[in-house]
């Protein structure tokens, strides 16, 4: 058991603890997993907005959960400075209270990063990523997305020739790989180090016992990728934080805080975008209707994941935001290092928020899926994030027409929804797609609807491995004024290798 902390982040003795209610409400067990949103609906019914929950069987990792959307947005926006994200104000975990080898435990480790910062250290942590993000050209970021999309419909079919029915696990061959893929190659990572990152973060996030080393060594492949691209900068991400860090006004960050962030862009783009892709798939094949004006374009695809924002969030409850201070919270007294966890998959069953907004879920946009505050999702991020789910979802909806559900959607089972809600698999069947699909083995199909050279223009050799969605950045460190616009740079490199070596689980 990890020494008890003794002080609080501040250096001040833990205040005398208010003391809990008696009775904890389970967040954890079969009947939540199953149909989280019933039981978020029967606590807001016979508890009320804020409810005591324990997160497992011994009661030691618990918080209040906060089920009203209009408090929710209090704690996120904290205009009165009370709650933090920094989880070294966790008291029970300061004092040693958690159950050691718990899954949970590793949500609330301390890391030299934004999303654990507050104030100007937040500003700071926060500007290289938020600028680099807001270069990439989306256009071409599409095309990218596009590209990768098709290797994995490919992929579907090893030899080329799909059967007149088809299934396959779309979580696992497509909404799992796509978004990941598609922020490794962002970032610049060789084909070669994306390979080992993606064994990494699947084995991390596994909960294995393999999990810490992954984590390591994960760590290590980011510090490569820092230093590598200092030495090398080229058209990616990485590049351009170095850029915007060393010419900044701001204190320059450590290559080790820079590494943070690149984690926290993959790790956090990749789960959500993942999340939102698996539930919109699963959204539009048992909601006859959507699906319906989705394929007659009555509705958009971004309309139809803005629904599922409110129905069933990518990320279901934000574990956690701790107090600084004695408060309270929807009638209950709340101590200094007391956890709140923002309930946002209850929002959508909120009865003050359907009044408002469920009717018209397909362009509301007041639902809290993206956090809000100095911590919620910055707005490059997003725009990056809608625009890989959106670009999947397009694509599957495009090249395989008439996917369907390959069970019942009784019979799909459900990971713990702590942090994000998805079935352990999702099983699609659909019948062999038109014959003008791009299937792998033309030429033809990397050519997408936006211009590139033709396939038999020579790439020059500085370009053959560069990624085309941003241009790169300035050598010479300078101020504004100087950076190149971005420019065609011939045909993606495909991850043939990448694609298809995905670990099955
Ligand atoms: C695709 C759907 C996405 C959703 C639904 C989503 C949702 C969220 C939410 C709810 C938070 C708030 C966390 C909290 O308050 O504790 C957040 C934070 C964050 N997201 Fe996203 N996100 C998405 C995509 C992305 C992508 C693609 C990236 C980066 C490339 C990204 C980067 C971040 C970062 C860096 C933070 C931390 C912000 C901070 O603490 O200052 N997200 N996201």
Redesign the pocket.
């Known amino acids: 058991m990890a020494t008890p902390v003794t002080l609080t982040p501040v250096g001040d003795p833990w205040p005398e603890r208010s003391s809990w209610p008696d009775h904890l409400y389970p967040l954890h067990g079969p009947d939540f997993a199953r149909d989280p949103f019933t039981y978020y609906d029967n606590l807001r019914r016979h508890v009320g907005p804020v409810v005591p929950v324990s997160l497992e069987e011994s009661h030691s990792i618990r918080g209040y959960l906060v089920i009203d959307h209009a408090i929710q947005l209090d704690i996120?926006r904290n205009q009165r400075q009370i709650w933090t994200?920094d989880p070294r104000w966790y008291r029970d975990l300061a004092e040693g209270a958690l159950p050691a080898g718990h899954p949970l435990i590793a949500q609330f480790a301390y890391r030299r990063?934004?999303?654990?910062?507050e104030g100007a250290e937040?500003a700071q942590?926060?500007g290289p990523?938020?600028k680099a993000?807001a270069r990439l050209d989306m256009l071409r970021t599409r095309d990218l997305i596009e590209e990768l999309a098709d290797q994995l419909i490919d992929s579907f079919f090893p030899d080329g020739q799909p059967a007149d029915v088809n299934e396959i696990d779309i979580l696992d061959r497509y909404a799992l790989q796509l978004?990941l893929l598609v922020?490794m190659r962002?970032t610049g990572m060789e084909e070669h180090s994306a390979l080992t990152a993606g064994t990494a973060i699947q084995e991390m996030l596994s909960g294995s016992a393999g999990a810490q080393r992954a984590a390591e060594e994960l760590a290590v492949l980011m510090s490569d990728l820092v230093e590598h691209k200092r030495k090398e900068p080229g058209a990616d991400?990485v590049s351009w934080m170095h850029h915007y860090n060393a010419s900044g006004e701001a204190e320059p960050l450590t290559a080790r805080e820079l590494s943070e962030?690149i984690w926290?862009?993959?790790v956090?783009?990749?789960?959500?975008?993942t999340?939102?892709i698996c539930n919109t798939v699963l959204e539009l094949m048992t909601n006859e209707r959507l699906n319906e004006d989705v394929i007659a374009a009555r509705c958009s695809m971004d309309q139809a994941m803005n629904h599922v924002?409110w129905t069933n969030?990518?990320?279901q409850n934000?574990?956690?935001?701790w107090a600084t201070e004695p408060t309270w919270l929807g009638g209950y007294r709340i101590g200094t290092g007391d956890m709140a966890i923002?309930g946002?998959g209850a929002s959508g069953a909120d009865p003050a928020m359907r009044a408002v907004g469920l009717d018209t879920s397909r362009t509301n946009n007041a639902h809290?899926?993206?956090?809000?505050?100095?911590?919620?999702?910055?707005a490059?991020?997003?725009e990056?994030?809608?625009l890989?789910?959106r670009t999947g979802l397009e694509r599957l909806w495009d090249r395989l027409p008439h996917m369907e559900l390959a069970v019942p959607e009784e019979r799909l089972d459900w990971a713990m929804p702590h942090i994000a809600r998805m079935p352990t698999a999702l099983p699609v069947r659909f019948p062999r797609p038109p014959a003008d699909q791009p299937n792998g083995e033309s030429e033809e199909w990397t050519v997408t609807s936006t211009p590139r050279p033709a396939a038999t223009e020579p790439i020059p050799p500085q370009q053959q491995h560069t990624s085309p969605f941003t241009s790169s950045p300035p050598r010479t460190i300078s101020t504004a004024g100087k950076d190149e616009p971005s420019g065609p740079r011939g045909l993606l490199p495909r991850w043939r290798s990448l694609v298809a070596w995905w670990p099955k689980r």
């Open positions: 996120l994200r990063s934004r999303l654990c910062s937040h942590l926060s990523g938020n993000l978004p922020l962002l991400l962030d926290l862009q993959i956090a783009g990749r789960g959500a975008s999340t939102w924002m969030a990518p990320i934000l574990i956690g935001r923002i946002l809290l899926a993206w956090g809000a505050g100095t911590h919620g999702c910055p490059p991020a997003r990056l994030g809608a890989i789910v």
